[in-house]
């Protein structure tokens, strides 16, 4: 039970660095340009990740030039994910990119858990689950309200 809670704290502990990753290259990307920002997020990323592989790696039965080549498209995903956010981030802010994320993300999860793909085990959908995403649109629905009503007060400001 103990390494259950582990692994949620972490995963919120990683849900905490998106949002501020996701704050500080949405800046860097409006100030050098979203590839720019992109790419030394990656190069960063590159380095510390060839470091940990090289010294903390374990042997795994499969490499990555014998494992299923599409798992290795996953890494395409990264790129698009890094890409959206930088663009989106200081057009309609961290929050709003953030629930909209977490929204697609929990939706297609829902999805990949029910039919079970990419040879993930089957989870069907439960009123729970689709209470989850009812809840999702109510949350993307608040945030972009609260959004429109800053801006709409902000103009209003900007008249006077």
Same mark, same amino acid.
């Given at each position: 039970m103990m390494t259950v809670f582990f692994a949620i704290f972490?995963?919120?502990l990683g849900g905490i660095a998106l949002s501020v990753q996701s704050s500080i290259n949405g800046r860097l990307g409006h100030n050098v340009g979203v590839i720019a920002s992109a790419w030394l997020t990656f190069v960063i990323g590159f380095a510390i990740s060839f470091l940990l592989f090289f010294f903390f790696e374990s042997n795994h039965e499969v490499s990555l030039f014998s494992a299923p080549k599409w798992q290795l498209s996953g890494a395409l995903f990264? @790129?698009?994910y890094?890409?959206?956010v930088v663009f989106a981030v200081p057009k309609i802010g961290i929050a709003a990119a953030t629930v909209?994320?977490?929204s697609g993300q929990l939706i297609m999860s829902l999805l990949i858990d029910h039919f079970g793909w990419l040879e993930?085990?089957?989870i069907p959908l439960d009123d729970y689950r689709y209470f989850a995403i009812l809840l999702l649109v109510a949350a993307v629905t608040m945030i972009y309200l609260s959004n429109k009503r800053i801006d709409k007060k902000e103009q209003? @400001?900007?008249s006077d």
């Amino acid at each position: 039970m103990m390494t259950v809670f582990f692994a949620i704290f972490m995963l919120v502990l990683g849900g905490i660095a998106l949002s501020v990753q996701s704050s500080i290259n949405g800046r860097l990307g409006h100030n050098v340009g979203v590839i720019a920002s992109a790419w030394l997020t990656f190069v960063i990323g590159f380095a510390i990740s060839f470091l940990l592989f090289f010294f903390f790696e374990s042997n795994h039965e499969v490499s990555l030039f014998s494992a299923p080549k599409w798992q290795l498209s996953g890494a395409l995903f990264g @790129v698009t994910y890094m890409l959206i956010v930088v663009f989106a981030v200081p057009k309609i802010g961290i929050a709003a990119a953030t629930v909209c994320t977490i929204s697609g993300q929990l939706i297609m999860s829902l999805l990949i858990d029910h039919f079970g793909w990419l040879e993930n085990k089957i989870i069907p959908l439960d009123d729970y689950r689709y209470f989850a995403i009812l809840l999702l649109v109510a949350a993307v629905t608040m945030i972009y309200l609260s959004n429109k009503r800053i801006d709409k007060k902000e103009q209003q @400001v900007l008249s006077d």
